[in-house]
């Protein structure tokens, strides 16, 4: 049986994609920067352009996954870093508009995404915390329960140092992750980019969602 296609666009290395192919797609990514570890084919471009190629029919793939870049929209943007807010590209919109008039199954990542779908790594006994909304464009499914914390994320917080089974997957130093402990953390083990590893989606959280997505697309 041919395995269905999902474009994983703003793919990054593919934290996303790999999940996805886990849950039994085959995966084609696209990134404006060159991601020579994504797991998969990988085209280097521009995501609203191949997902206007898409709404064309000159691109065929049977579902799409897209997480726009979120800096333009992210806590630290909209509070501490307001004034940085006009150097960021904000593409969801767009990506949002332009992946419904597909009319494919789709999944959006990001904080502004309607969290039809929340996921968070203690879902799946991960060690990051790392909640993130998934958006379902042109399907649906049951939203899942958020499970209790086992304690804190690992760190200094305003002066304080915690202790915890959680580390900060992002940034540096005051006891934020190191390389291969994100790695170990969000079962990533094909790139060891700190800027990949900061930016990625557990793979775990895709496969669930890619279970779901094709059991819809087997009905
Ligand atoms: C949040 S990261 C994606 C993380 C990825 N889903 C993962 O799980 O590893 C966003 C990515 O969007 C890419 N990007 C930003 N603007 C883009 C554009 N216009 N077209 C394609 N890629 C873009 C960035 O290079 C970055 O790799």
New binding site residues.
């Given amino acids: 049986m041919n395995r269905p296609l999902i474009a994983d ?8 994609g790999r999940g996805y192919g886990d849950a039994g797609f085959d995966v084609f990514g ?4 060159d991601r020579s570890r994504y797991p998969y084919r990988f085209a280097q471009g ?3 352009e191949f997902l206007r190629r898409v709404v064309a029919g000159d691109i065929v793939v049977d579902a799409v996954h897209a ?1 726009p ?2 800096q333009a929209r992210c806590a630290m943007t909209l509070g501490t870093n307001k004034h940085l807010a006009p150097n960021y ?1 904000d ?1 969801y919109d767009e990506t949002r508009e332009l992946m419904q008039a597909a009319g494919l199954p789709g999944v959006i ?1 990001n904080p502004s995404a309607r969290p039809d779908v929340v996921l968070c790594g203690e879902m799946f006994g991960l060690g990051v915390l790392r909640h993130r909304n998934f958006e379902l464009v042109n399907w649906s499914t049951a939203k899942p329960k958020h499970v209790k914390h086992r304690g804190r994320v690992r760190g200094y917080r305003h002066g304080q140092w915690f202790d915890g089974p959680y580390i900060a997957a992002y940034g540096k130093g005051g006891g934020k992750g190191t390389v291969q402990e994100m790695q170990t953390a969000m079962g990533i083990d094909w790139t060891d980019v700190h800027e990949e590893l900061t ?3 557990p793979p775990a959280y895709t496969r669930y969602i890619g279970e779901r997505l094709m059991a819809h697309l087997n009905t």
């Avoid at 666009?9 to 996303?16: E, I, R, S, T, W």
């Avoid at 696209?30 to 920067?33: A, C, I, N, P």
């Fill in positions: 666009v703003y793919c990054c290395a593919g934290g996303a696209v990134d404006k920067v521009d995501a609203l997480s870049p979120c590209d593409l990542e930016e990625a989606i």
